[in-house]
């Protein structure tokens, strides 16, 4: 901003100049006070230079009492998780009121490295519209690249490399600590990130379950200052104890509202602040984003100032936003326009001063942008269905058997039998493939499934948390080759092959991502999803999206990267084979 | 920080090595939460690794159950104020439980120009002993050099020069906007010193008595985040609604808590600070600090929680102080060991977790660091008994009314005679001169003072407020100008002729602060007010303390500069000769 600007501000708060928007007949919480005041609206060069009457602009809005609330920013999210771009993550959700979200771009940078966060912060700098954009985007950079040593990502950040990255200003801070582990061990590398991160006085999110007592003291030593995976309403209320900021989770599989609710006071309201983590599209599309959340909180007891904070001031004191977080002179016009307290139905939404959204449309257009880096990321080595043979050589097998609504597997020891070379299935047991697809290893990961109830061919995903290899769960082992050449060349997707049908969903950016619109995204996995289902997969498992966390190595119990079958609990690969 | 620092600290927070000190039994005060929890508190390399039991340690303390609080955090003092050097007031206000300071070096910079502000952060940096120092301080930069163009200053910072000195690592933040009519009326000056603090994202103080509405809004467009100076509880409650912090004064002369106690809220607790402002040595000495302010704020109804964050984690908020202001892992060690939460009498004070107090002592010693540029600051051309006629040609006169416990004057008009081309005194009526002192140019302003009671000699001081000329009052010419010439020999301070009688307590920082300690400034203070209250100065005038404020042109209605008598109402000078 040029001195100019600054006097241009005062000028118009001084109604010696006109504003260029002011909006009359606004009913404006104040998250200061949790008072509401009608009155105008003024707004000059983005900002919002006044609040009265008798103000003179070039443009005026007259939003008929309706209550005009500081725009929503969301503490903590995955875009990727959408399986939207980011322009169609703003076209979705800048209508629901989102005015900022803090992005970790986890998924991506494990696939395609530093290029992958650099994408996103492009895409979303290309909706910008004379300096400004409709979504504000605090990047942070991921910590965990790859997640853990157990598995092969398509990318790795080792301490040195992160803190060389985090003095970009591209990042805004160091994203969450999923490594909770390493940083209560001293690991040199995790500390040296953290390190920087403090010598750099960027923030660090976190991500620590379960983590309480002497350990959750190590954390936080260690400078991390969020949270948002709490096992427990008591380990929630250590963590607000010790000084942490608690993201409130509503998200997609992971939501916490309600044992977070009752957990808020009069006295440590201003620690919580919401967060999506992951959300998929149809829900962004159905119910919304940070409005439906405010929305659930307040049915579920909280006040509507304090759950109003949580999506405002509390993330702007939290991440040290000056100026944002509040309907107040000198604060960034940002904007929601509301029907009540209660359920926070958004009628229009400003950005920077600019109507952005308006009765549920977006007011921008976007314009794709694919850079090279984030197309073309689904490297495979040749498979054929003898890629799929499991020879076990044990009359007891070690399968995983997945719980419903779960993200955690658990072992169970099954009685099996081969014939020809390959292990012989039936009786609700599926084989799970990983198949490194970055670098074309030809790493194979075999083990079988219980309980998921697929049969007739084979199902596969390039979305595998946190590494993205492909997962390919099937009953027939020339329909699992099959989908692995379908997700090959569709560059990555949900692929399903069921005798003679063949469907792909293609997740073109980075194997995670559709460069379709969000209505394409969301009819299309729906009905794949759907011809999944009719292939045998129980309710209680999304069956793509259940797939995607089967090669999560740092979920409990028993998971498969492309390395091999992996104990978390022992924290070491095991094998199919039981010698019990 | 080192990197094997922060693996240092995690150690410590696991017990796999023995922290620096563990204080036992302690009843910790969670500012999160308003909860007291029964532990230990565990520290390593100044910053606070653990809250538990079972730590090991090199050294431990039993704090037997008092209560542990965060240490004390003032908003904004001037430490020139307390006529204390910096280390002085270290001495003094550590014992009270104070660790950090937002310190406006005003009025050092005002006479000594950067060099002023330069020397406070040195002496202050002295202080400290392997990197660890009992007083943190935020240096801001004085944003008014002068605080008007009506007086000679000993120094200038345009807004250029205050843009590069922004610049500096020296300085936090700008110091007090005193002159919110020129960021109101859009002066480029101004501006130019607004516009380099957004630029460098540096918090700006704000001083702003009586600005409300437009004016409000448009000093806070300019980017001010706190004000200190308002008139009323309505004015306060609209600066806590447009989102300023409000810093509550609980200074010598200055204190709003009375005021302000009603105004806070459960739901506003968090935009409240305290601030000293002007306090005086004695005052620190016999009432003591931000301890002192805590009680009284408790014992007008606050809720503790709420004072406690007053001056702790609201001032960590406000100033985005990240690791201050709670007792919690990760937090600066930084302790304060009371008996309660209604009278706050500190018992002992860690600082990085060093005992820097105890029972009242401070635990460090100090030694005197006097640089050249705040030495010998006062130079003022030869006077002579002559140089204070005033050969009034006119029958009345406009003269200066001083008000009982104000800093505000009236303007009365009164008959005069002249003899022998000089007023003729009596009746309640003083000569009032302020005396250029930067640059011995020779600059006087000549006024009538009545109401003071002042008789038989003169007195003088080199602390005026802002630009700091030596004013004396008195109603003997020579006396007048020996008083002169003793502030001159002693290179400032408060002197006295009275007959035969003179006395003279030595300013010799910068004709502002004494190079003796605390008891010393005390004593001697008292002593020379005394024995000015013997030649008539009337009760409710501090005799000396009163002058200061002669000579400062912003505060209404009739003030004396260097340049000649000002009203303050019109803005401009006026004549003593009363023209009806």
Redo the contacts between chains.
Sequence with gaps: ???SE??Q???C???REPCDLVLTNARIF?V????T?EGDI?VKDG?I????TGYSARTYRDVAGRIILPGFMDAHIHVESTMLTPEEFARLTVPHGTSLIVADPHELVNVCGIAGAEYVAEAFARLQREGVSPLEVLLQLPSCVPATPFETSGARLDGHATAEELEKPTFFGLGEMMNYVG??A?D?ET??K??AA?RL?KVVDGHAPGVV??????Y????V?TDHESLSAQEIAEK????MYVQVRCGSSANNAAVCAPLI????N??FLLCSDDKHAPDLMQKGHLDDALSRLVALGVRP?WAVRMATLNVA?CY?L?GHG?V????AADMVAVDDLQHFRVHAVWKGGELVAEEGRPLFSVARYLPEAVRDTVHVAPVTADSFRMDIRSERARAMYVLPNELITQEVILPVRTKDGDVVLGDDLNKLAVVERHFASGNTGLALVKGYGLHGGAIGISVAHDSHNLVVLGDDNAAMARVVELLRTAGGGMALVCGETEEVFPLDVAGLMSSASCEEVAQKTAHIAARARRMGVKEGYDPFMTLAFLALPVIPHLKLTDRGLFDVDAFRFTTTEAEE
């Design positions: 901003m040029k001195e600054l006097r501000m005062i000028d708060a001084m109604k104040n200061f006070t949790g008072e005041e003024a900002v230079v006044g609040i009265g940083v209560i001293g040199a500390l040296e953290l390190e403090k006085k007592g002497d350990a959750l003291n190590a936080l030593c260690a400078g200052t607000i104890a010790r000084g006071t009069e006295e440590n201003g620690r100032l004191q040290g000056r509040a107040a002179p000198g604060y």
